[in-house]
Structures are given as C-alpha cells and as structure tokens.
C-alpha cells in the first residue's frame, strides 16, 4: 500500500527539471541499496513490479530494456538478473554512482547513463530503429517532474514497433492523498516529508491519454496494495491509491 516512492531521476533537464527534488534525493544516494533505510517501500515493491513487467512481456530474457528515472538501480538490477539487456538512465548522478557499485560488486552487467529520455530519444531517432528498446519502464517518476507529458513522450518514442512502455505513478484521488501523504509521510513517517505534492498525481485517465497522444495503446492497469496477510505487495484492481500501465507501442511520435 505504502509504495509511495522516491525517484530522483529527472531533474536536472533544463526543460523538464526540479532542482530542488534532485537536490533532496540525491542526498538519500548512499541508502539505495539498504533494505530497512530511507528506501525500503521501493525494495517491498520491486518484486511485484518486476512480476507485472516480466509476465506482460513474455519473459525479459534476451529483451532489450531501457529503465527510464533509474535512481539506484533496483529494478534494472532485477531485470537484468532475469536475463535482459538493460540500460539504466536518470539525471541524479549520485544515485547513479551507488547504481553502479552496486552492479559491478554483484557482477551485473548495466549500461548506466547519465542523460535524460528526451535527449536518449532524440540520439536513438537519429541512430535508427535499430537503436530502439523491446522494453522501456518509467516507475515512480512520472508525479516528480514539471511535465510529465514530456516523459511520456520520450518513453514513446523509445520504444520499438510492437514493444512494451510501463509505467508506474499515484493516482490523484482522495484515497491517495490519505495513504501516500498523510499516512505514509506524517503518520507512519514511512517517506521523509515533502516527498510528493497531491496536485503532481495523475489520474489513470490523464496518463492513458496522455499515452494514446503518442501512439501507446493501454494494455492493462492495474493497482498494487499492501496484502498485510501475507506481508507483501501484490496487484490489485483498485488503482485509487499506486498504480501500473501497461502499453503497447503501435506508432513512433514524431
């Protein structure tokens, strides 16, 4: 339930940037890969998340993944265990750095980058299809940047015909504002105050316009909540509070 998470990826983009966000979890670097630290909700997340993309793709093995808004490496890390070829990209150089120790102690192989989507999206345009991904996933990012329309369209775009974009955001309703900010930030004090605004959370149906703009057709949605029974995170089809969307890529956005 309480997946309300920090993602330090995009900030630092002259067009699409929050100094003063990328400032605040950059500081957070060295906690990435500390289970019980300041990240521990993304770690309890990971596994279902990692589950939705690798059953709606087919299995990741041999794909070729971009992790858009990649902070510490978490996710990419975990698809790269599952046998893809990932790319890891985001803008806190920090979180990068820690991404990369991380990787290189355990023996994984990532191409960590620090560059944001826009301007991999314009260099992969130039390159040719080629260059494009079987797989992007934007998670926990899209409700921390100015505009994230642009995001949007940058993961659309790098994306190959017929390839796959997930996205993973908050939704802006009632319920969300209770458990992601009350509850989460003041309350429990799960996440450090001040971690998300309300006015930044995106209905699913803003998203799924937002990606049908630019040639991604909406797959699936689904929620992720907290089954305290068996004391884990699973997929729900309540998407009030977290939620998941899968895509299609059927055009390439100009």
Same mark, same amino acid.
């Not at 019980?36 to 087919?58: D, M």
């Given at each position: ?60 093995? @041999?794909?070729? !993944? ?9 996710? =990419?890390?975990?698809? +790269?265990?599952? $046998? *893809? ?76 015909? @017929?390839?796959? !974009? ?9 319920? =969300?504002?209770?458990? +992601?900010?009350? $509850? *989460? ?70």
């Amino acid at each position: 339930m309480f997946s309300f998470l920090f993602n330090v990826e995009y900030f630092m983009n002259s067009q699409n940037a929050d100094a003063a966000e990328l400032a605040k979890f950059n500081r957070l670097a060295a906690q990435w890969w500390d289970p019980e630290g300041e990240f521990k909700p993304l770690h309890a997340i990971n596994p279902v998340r990692l589950q939705y993309i690798e059953s709606r793709v087919g299995g990741l093995a @041999g794909k070729r !993944v971009v992790d858009v808004g990649c902070g510490g490496g978490i996710l =990419a890390e975990s698809m +790269a265990a599952k $046998g *893809a070829d990932v790319t890891g990209i985001d803008l806190a150089e920090d979180a990068l750095t820690a991404a990369r120790e991380h990787a290189q102690t355990n023996s994984v192989k990532i191409d960590y980058q620090l560059i944001a989507a826009e301007t991999l999206a314009a260099q992969v345009s130039k390159s040719g299809a080629g260059e494009l991904f079987d797989v992007v996933s934007c998670m926990e990012m899209l409700e921390h940047v100015p505009d994230p329309t642009a995001v949007i369209t940058a993961c659309a775009r790098l994306c190959k015909p @017929g390839g796959q !974009v997930f996205f993973s955001t908050i939704n802006r309703h009632p319920k =969300a504002f209770l458990l +992601a900010i009350v $509850g *989460a930030e003041y309350l429990l004090k799960l996440l450090p105050r001040g971690t998300h605004s309300y006015e930044k959370f995106i209905k699913p149906s803003e998203l799924a316009t937002s990606a049908g703009r630019v040639g991604l057709e909406v797959m699936d949605i689904s929620g992720i909540r907290y089954d305290a029974l068996q004391g884990r995170h699973a997929l729900s089809r309540d998407v009030t509070v977290n939620y998941l969307m899968h895509c299609n890529r059927t055009y390439q956005p100009l």
